[in-house]
């Protein structure tokens, strides 16, 4: 068992976004992404099988999808795709996220 403390391990950056490797495991990882308003993980997909979830803890954005479109992106939210679906986001204000990959890529 362990405990990571995001909010204290990882901040903001304001040259990119900030990434921190909460777990990772044969069964899954987990990752944390601080953005600055204003930054983005561009629309992007992975060549294999799996899926995604990106979980907004804080802040407001968009995910960005497929073919341009969007969904808004504010706390609570939780985008879940195969990891091969075109994927990203965009911040609106300072964003915190949850990315678990599953399995880990």
Request: net charge negative.
């Amino acid at each position: 068992m362990k405990k990571v403390s995001m909010y204290e391990e990882n901040s903001f950056k304001e040259s990119g976004l900030s990434r921190l490797l909460v777990h990772d495991s044969p069964y899954f990882k987990i990752l944390n992404f601080n953005f600055k308003a204003g930054q983005e993980l561009p629309l992007h997909s992975h060549d294999i099988e799996g899926q995604v979830s990106i979980a907004v803890l804080e802040g407001k954005g968009e995910f960005l999808a497929a073919e341009g479109a969007t969904l808004p992106a504010e706390p609570g939210d939780i985008l879940i795709s195969e990891i091969a679906e075109p994927h990203g986001l965009k911040a609106e204000t300072d964003m915190r996220v949850l990315v678990t990959i599953a399995p880990p890529i």
